[in-house]
C-alpha cells in the first residue's frame, strides 16, 4: 500500500486560474483540492513549483487546465481527478473544518481519497 497524506486545503471555486494559485502562495495544506478547470492560465509551472515548494504533496480535483496537467507531470506534482458529486461532497462536508486527507493505492491496485475531521471519515474511489 502506498499512502500520501496531510492537511487538507480547499481552493472553493471554479476556474481557479494559476496566476491565483501564486498570488495565494503557500497554501497551508498538504494535499489541495479544487474544482473544475483548476490551475488555467500561462504561469502553471510557476504555479506548480510553487505549491510544491510549499510543501504540497498532490493535487485533488475535477479537472486540470492542461497546461497546469502538463506542468505537474513535469514537476512530479501527483494530480487526481474525481468525479464531480464527489468533490461537491468533499467541499459540501470538509472545506469549512479541519481535516486530513490521504491519497490511498492499495496492493491490488484500488485507489482512494480519504478526508478525516474529528469523528467523520468518507473515501471517494477513482
Same mark, same amino acid.
Request: glycine residues 10%; hydrophobic residues 40%.
Given at each position: 500500500?502506498?499512502?500520501?497524506?496531510?492537511?487538507?486545503?480547499?481552493?472553493?471555486?471554479?476556474a !481557479?486560474?494559476?496566476?491565483?494559485?501564486?498570488?495565494?502562495?503557500?497554501?497551508?495544506?498538504? +494535499? !489541495?483540492?479544487?474544482?473544475?478547470?483548476?490551475?488555467?492560465?500561462?504561469?502553471?509551472?510557476?504555479?506548480?513549483?510553487?505549491?510544491?515548494?510549499?510543501? !504540497?504533496?498532490?493535487?485533488?480535483?475535477t479537472?486540470?487546465?492542461?497546461?497546469?496537467?502538463?506542468?505537474?507531470?513535469?514537476?512530479?506534482?501527483?494530480? !487526481?481527478?474525481?468525479?464531480?458529486?464527489? +468533490?461537491?461532497?468533499?467541499?459540501?462536508?470538509?472545506?469549512?473544518?479541519?481535516?486530513?486527507a490521504?491519497?490511498?493505492?492499495?496492493?491490488?491496485?484500488?485507489?482512494?481519497?480519504?478526508?478525516?475531521?474529528g469523528?467523520?471519515?468518507?473515501?471517494?474511489t477513482?
Amino acid at each position: 500500500m502506498e499512502k500520501i497524506n496531510g492537511t487538507a486545503a480547499f481552493y472553493d471555486q471554479s476556474a !481557479v486560474t494559476s496566476d491565483e494559485i501564486v498570488a495565494r502562495g503557500y497554501t497551508g495544506g498538504k +494535499i !489541495v483540492f479544487g474544482k473544475d478547470d483548476f490551475g488555467g492560465g500561462e504561469n502553471a509551472a510557476e504555479a506548480v513549483k510553487m505549491l510544491k515548494n510549499n510543501g !504540497v504533496l498532490n493535487v485533488v480535483v475535477t479537472s486540470a487546465a492542461p497546461d497546469f496537467r502538463e506542468a505537474a507531470e513535469k514537476g512530479t506534482l501527483p494530480l !487526481v481527478t474525481l468525479d464531480k458529486k464527489s +468533490i461537491d461532497d468533499i467541499f459540501r462536508t470538509f472545506a469549512d473544518k479541519d481535516s486530513e486527507a490521504a491519497v490511498i493505492t492499495n496492493d491490488d491496485g484500488t485507489r482512494k481519497v480519504k478526508l478525516i475531521s474529528g469523528s467523520l471519515s468518507k473515501s471517494y474511489t477513482f
